[in-house]
């Protein structure tokens, strides 16, 4: 994943011809899993590729906002069943695994539709794969977690581990997964604000800042699907650029660079 088309209108380009998008699709989706689940399925060992939580989360997640989409467009916009489906689970997953690619302007679909563009913008793909983001085992774990400290209102006492696939999750790598998730939204709280400073509009500000520190590619606003980058003040490129060094290395691998006890060891 990662990466834009040879072509100015993108994958758009190709909209009369729509099995080269579901091709790019199959593609996509398989370089946003865990490559893990590549040789697991290699191995035609696919019990294992089905017993990942994260796994499952990811393709559910792809199918159910794509469906969503899909009626949307069909209502909203009147569009064909058939364009709608491609057009929402082409952005749908170009989004979540952070490829880069467009086949249609989200900006002009109904506000939650858009809404629900904008949050795939922080999920990214699952770990272990080229896509950005927070990723989705992160966030299936947060909402394990979640549910978790629920039942520990109810019974106090009670020991209630999380668990991915079986397994307990350590509490020092949920304490790593809060922390690196707080972390993420407040850095791109900040950065927002700063390209808002630099000259951006608030929303093309937030699109800017989650397109590049998720290295998704098209944002919002005049970084839209059909826009680009051309138009920021060269200081704004250059803090785009560390976002996306930032966002690419997983935030602690470069912020620990900046820190005194690393230098005086």
Known sequence: ??????????????????????????????????????YFALKRRFDRVWHSEEFRFYTFSVIVVGLIHTVGLIF??????????????????TIVTTTGFVTADYETWAIPLLFIV???????????????????????????????????????????PVRLDGRAVPANIMTNILAFSIL????????????????????????????????IGPGLGSVGPTANFAHI???GKWFLSFLMLLGRLELFTVLILFTPTYWHR
């Open 1 to 38: 994943t990662g990466g834009f088309s040879t072509k100015q209108a993108s994958i758009a380009y190709y909209n009369d011809q729509p099995y080269i998008q579901y091709v790019i699709m199959l593609f996509m989706y398989f370089a946003g899993a865990n490559f893990a689940m590549h």
């Open 184 to 215: 993420y939204m407040l850095i791109f709280v900040l950065a927002a604000l700063i390209m808002t400073g630099i000259g951006l509009d608030f929303v093309s500000a937030i699109g800017a800042t989650i397109a590049c520190l998720g290295n």
């Open 76 to 93: 909203n916009d009147g569009l064909h069943p058939e364009r709608a489906f491609r057009d929402s689970m082409f952005t749908t997953l």
């Open 233 to 235: 003040p060269g200081l």
């Open 118 to 160: 904008f949050m795939l913008m922080f999920t990214g793909g699952s770990a272990g794969s080229t896509a950005g983001g927070i990723k989705v085992v992160r966030l299936l774990l947060i909402i394990k977690n979640s549910l978790v400290e629920l039942k520990r209102l109810l019974h106090p006492r009670a020991i209630i």
